[in-house]
């Protein structure tokens, strides 16, 4: 029954519109304003060319909104340095974890661990993780 349904994720915010300016303008997503929200589109036109794209569902909460404990959002990238360059200077500054350690850029070297991967939150305290595609 389920098999052929669309399926995405969402995530709460307590405001829409800065939201809105956070992804749209800051991050340079696709971003589709609702009456319930936001839809954001990564891999659109815009963004990175050959990579399908995967709807993401931003809710306004207002004051009952809580950020998340894990990340809401990974945006796999194949320039990760160069992308975390270029947010440093549009203003994101990146997160650094206790036990991870992370370069002077923020960006945590997985080797064979994992994926080199850098953290950052958006302004509603949600994390947003960068990592190598």
Partial sequence: MLDDAHAFSSFSVDD???AERFYADVLGLDVERTPMG????PGRPGGEGGTPATD????P???????ASFTVLNLAVDDLEGVVAWLTRRG????RYEGI??????IARGGDQGPDIAWFTD???NVVALLRR
């Fill in 16 to 18: 829409v519109d800065t």
């Fill in 38 to 41: 936001l839809w954001l589109r």
């Fill in 56 to 59: 993401v569902f931003v809710y």
């Fill in 61 to 67: 909460k207002g004051d009952a909104h809580r950020p």
């Fill in 92 to 95: 994101v500054t990146f997160e």
């Fill in 101 to 106: 350690p992370a370069d002077d850029d923020g």
């Fill in 123 to 125: 302004p509603a305290g």
